[in-house]
């Protein structure tokens, strides 16, 4: 049972708890608003209209995105990722991705490929979950339309060297979809700077919004396929999507009070500076890096380099079972981590840790020192049993 006295650190899943805006935005919009946006002309579904804008105009911002309607709005990163992977490719398409990433990349993937749609090529990745971006590279065919990568693993939080690939891609023709599901948010991200031209992010981790939300950037002269058809609010007469960004992308009602919420936490990100976001995370994963080392038993995976990684943390305690492990600091010291292969099997396979998976703490911009200090404290007092 949750107490105040709890600790939470599956943030790397879903942030917890919400700055009060959040929450105070969803509540209003349930309550004061609670119409469709994109659907009237009366006045609480202007007011709709203008909770959704607000939010995009916000997200831009923070991920400076030269244009807000080339943001669009899913229900998770992981629509995200399909209707940018699916919307991109041809049959016949050449795919290159790496060995760290989610199934929401993977599956999709191997999904078309064994419809004969695609074939996919994988770089391979080291055992603390690092990219050599020429290894990468040198998977590229004259038939590479797309390569997919993930920009910190979920596993071990490495952040990966999309500059270098990003730009190689752009010299050759390919797009680059990047996965920013764990540093949206949590770290700073420059769409522009970085070169990418796909990013997909989920609303509810590092961004501090609620469930159910999500976004795709899509790069001017980028067109894609739509995942989905329906309707919007505009251009009904027309027996397919428009062309218009974001309608073309965003069939079917919007999550109105998801989107209220996460515009909400968009402008608490800015408000705060996601430099200062980015430096706490940092500071929270230094400290934890530097605690755990000193247990005995304890092995951390990962570059253990708060400079190379974002604040997910993956160990093993010698001698337990990851789940028996998350099971204890949960019943017995009120801590709550995530055990498993975290969604995540081909990121395992690099680690070597396939068979068991890892037990991993992951922190947000709330997580505090405290927090820390009583994981490193419940996992000296497991090891010295």
Do not use: W
């Given at each position: 049972m949750f107490t105040p006295m709890s600790v939470y650190l599956d943030n790397a899943a879903t942030s917890f708890p919400k700055p009060s805006t959040v929450y105070?935005?969803?509540?209003r919009y349930m309550?004061?608003?609670?119409?469709?946006?994109?659907?009237?002309?009366?006045?609480?579904?202007?007011?709709?209209?203008?909770?959704?804008?607000?939010?995009?105009?916000?997200?831009?911002?923070?991920?400076?995105?030269?244009?807000?309607?080339?943001?669009?709005?899913?229900?998770?990163?992981?629509?995200?990722?399909?209707?940018?992977?699916?919307?991109?490719?041809?049959?016949?398409?050449?795919?290159?991705?790496?060995?760290?990433?989610?199934?929401?990349?993977w599956r999709c993937l191997k999904a078309l490929e064994s419809e004969g749609v695609i074939e996919v090529?994988?770089?391979?990745?080291?055992?603390d979950g690092t990219l050599d971006p020429d290894d990468l590279l040198s998977l590229l065919r004259p038939a590479t339309r797309l390569i997919v990568m993930v920009h910190a693993s979920n596993v071990t939080g490495t952040?990966?060297?999309?500059?270098?690939?990003?730009?190689?891609?752009?010299?050759?023709?390919?797009?680059?979809?990047?996965?920013?599901?764990?540093?949206?948010?949590?770290?700073?991200?420059?769409?522009?700077?970085?070169?990418?031209?796909?990013?997909?992010?989920?609303?509810?981790?590092?961004?501090?919004?609620?469930?159910?939300?999500?976004?795709?950037?899509?790069r001017d002269g980028i067109v894609l396929r739509p995942l989905k058809e329906g309707g919007t609010g505009s251009e009904s007469v027309l027996e397919r999507q428009p062309d218009e960004l974001p309608d073309r992308y965003e069939a079917g009602t919007l999550n109105g009070p998801g989107i209220a919420g996460l515009g909400a936490a968009a402008e608490f990100l800015l408000a705060e500076g996601i430099r200062r976001v980015a430096e706490h995370e940092r500071a929270l994963t230094r400290e934890a890096l530097g605690r755990l080392s000193k247990i005995p038993g304890l092995l951390v995976y990962g570059p253990k380099d708060p400079d190379r990684q974002v604040g997910v943390i993956s160990f093993n305690l010698s001698g337990?079972?990851?789940?028996?492990?998350?099971?204890?600091?949960?019943?017995?010291?009120?801590?709550?981590?995530?055990?498993?292969?975290?969604?995540?099997?081909?990121?395992?396979?690099?680690?070597?840790?396939?068979d068991q998976g890892t037990v991993r703490a992951s922190f947000s911009y709330l997580s505090t020192t405290s927090d820390v200090e009583r994981l490193a404290g419940a996992l000296h007092d497991i090891a010295s049993r």
């Open positions: 105070l935005a969803v509540e309550r004061e608003i609670g119409t469709s946006p994109g659907r009237g002309t009366y006045s609480r579904a202007r007011a709709a209209d203008e909770v959704v804008a607000r939010a995009r105009a916000a997200l831009a911002r923070l991920l400076n995105i030269p244009r807000a309607d080339r943001l669009v709005f899913t229900s998770n990163v992981t629509e995200s990722l399909n209707l940018a992977i699916k919307g991109a490719v041809r049959p016949g398409d050449h795919v290159v991705t790496t060995a760290m990433e989610h199934n929401a990349v090529a994988v770089a391979p990745c080291g055992r952040l990966m060297p999309v500059e270098a690939v990003a730009s190689a891609a752009r010299l050759r023709g390919i797009s680059l979809l990047l996965d920013a599901a764990q540093t949206a948010g949590a770290y700073e991200l420059d769409v522009q700077a970085l070169g990418v031209d796909l990013l997909a992010f989920t609303g509810h981790k590092g961004l501090l919004g609620p469930q159910g939300t999500g976004g795709l950037y899509i337990i079972s990851p789940a028996d492990l998350a099971y204890a600091l949960d019943e017995m010291y009120g801590i709550m981590v995530r055990a498993g292969l975290h969604c995540a099997p081909q990121a395992h396979r690099s680690l070597g840790t396939i």
